[in-house]
Every structure is written in structure tokens, then in C-alpha cells.
């Protein structure tokens, strides 16, 4: 059962379908810890489904809802794919993430998981305000999930942490698996962005760690 877990959000530049190619080179490293610098929709750990693993992600919403998946997490909010509920709930979202508490909070991440699955091709964006702005999505028909408590139980050996992966305090023997951004003018999975001279800071982050490194 739990070997069948996806990803349970939609996200851009989801690696699922990378995970055959990695896993020859993974395997000989199973036993290492499994560091995801940009760990964004999960798709490569749960993929590969390391024992151990340090998964981090500069987007501190997306790190909020992994959060509540690890302590067990039932949504009790109305999933409907209606557009005024969408608007109503994205006002709610914003509210809440003006504050500290309000954007780690139990009903953030549930309004999180709400607007990947009913917003416009499950975009991730904000505007120079901080404030969610995807519009609705206008699909036919959605598939919600309420129930994550299986993530919990797979999610027990992992650690999650957000912020820039230059922060990340990772050790020697790990196996380090980057997945940075696209090297392209539209990054906004959080504000910021990743420019060229990101991608040169990570070149020498990852070239000077002495464990694994692999990258796509
Ligand atoms: C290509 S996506 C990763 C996709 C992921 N491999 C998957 O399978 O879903 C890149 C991720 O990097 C994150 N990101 C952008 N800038 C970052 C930074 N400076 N430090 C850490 N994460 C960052 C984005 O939020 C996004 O989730």
C-alpha cells in the first residue's frame, strides 16, 4: 500500500519520470542519507523511498503542508472545484499568511493543497506582495485526497527543512540529489526566483561536497 504513494501535489518540474534513471545510480547509496536540496514535489524520494532523508525547499508553504503530512493529516475543508469558493478560499490563504502562525498552521496547508489541486495548472505564484495570484483552474473534474495519513508513516525517517539550500547542513557521507530550477526568465516558485548566478552558487556547493552528488 504504502509502496504505491504519489505525489500529492501537482508541481512544475515534477521528476517521477526521472526516478529509473537515478535509482542505478542511488543504489549502490541506499544506505545514505538522501539530501534533496529543492526537494519541490517529492517526486524523485518518493520514488526512490530512502529510509533516511533531508528534503528541503525554499517555498515555506509547500515545507508547512509536507509538515502537517508528517504529524497526520486529515483535510476537513470543503474541496469543491467551484470558482467562487476558489476566490474565497485563496482570500483566506493570504490572510492567514501575512502572519507567522497563520502560514504554519494546520488550515494553511490544507488551503495550500486546495489551491495546487483547483488553481490554474497547479502554479505555484505569488506577487510582489508575498500574495498567492493563480488563477482558478477551470478543470472538469478533480480527484481531491482528504485523507494523507499515509504519508505520515513514510514520512517518519524524513526531515524537512526550508530555506535557501545553501543553509542546508548536510554531511559528508550523504547522497546529495539537486533538481534546481530551470536556467530560464519564469522561476517563480517563490519570491526571488533562481538566476544565473544561483546556478553558479550551486555548482560550487554541490562540487564541494565530498559525498555522492547527482543533478538534473
Ligand atoms: C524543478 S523544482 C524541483 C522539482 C522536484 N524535483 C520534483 O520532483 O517535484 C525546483 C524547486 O526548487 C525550489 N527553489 C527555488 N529556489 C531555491 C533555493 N534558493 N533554495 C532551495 N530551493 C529553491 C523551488 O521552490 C522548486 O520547488
Request: hydrophobic residues 40%.
Amino acid at each position: 500500500m504504502a509502496n504505491q504513494l504519489t505525489p500529492p501535489l501537482k508541481w512544475a518540474g515534477g521528476k517521477r519520470w526521472l526516478v529509473p534513471y537515478l535509482r542505478p545510480l542511488w543504489q549502490p547509496y541506499r544506505k545514505r542519507r538522501f539530501v534533496e536540496p529543492f526537494c519541490g514535489g517529492l517526486g524523485m524520494c518518493l520514488g526512490l523511498r530512502p529510509k533516511a532523508a533531508l528534503l528541503n525547499d525554499i517555498n515555506r508553504h509547500l515545507i508547512n503542508f509536507y509538515h502537517w503530512l508528517q504529524k497526520g493529516l486529515v483535510v476537513s475543508l470543503k474541496l469543491e472545484n467551484k470558482e467562487d469558493s476558489y476566490y474565497k478560499n485563496r482570500h483566506r490563504f493570504n490572510d492567514l499568511i501575512g502572519t507567522a502562525k497563520g502560514a504554519a498552521s494546520r488550515e494553511a496547508a490544507e488551503l495550500f493543497y486546495y489551491l495546487n489541486r483547483t488553481g490554474y495548472n497547479g502554479l505555484c505564484r505569488f506577487n510582489q506582495k508575498g500574495q498567492f495570484n493563480v488563477p482558478f483552474g477551470r478543470y472538469r473534474r478533480i480527484n481531491y485526497a482528504a485523507d494523507f495519513l499515509e504519508y505520515k508513516e513514510v514520512f517518519k525517517g524524513y526531515e524537512f527543512h526550508q530555506g535557501d539550500f545553501a543553509a542546508l547542513a548536510v554531511k559528508k557521507a550523504d547522497f546529495i540529489y539537486a533538481d534546481p530550477p530551470y536556467d530560464v526568465e519564469f522561476t517563480q516558485y517563490a519570491r526571488g526566483g533562481f538566476d544565473w548566478e544561483d546556478q553558479i552558487r550551486l555548482a560550487e556547493w554541490l562540487s564541494g561536497h565530498e559525498g555522492p552528488v547527482a543533478a538534473s
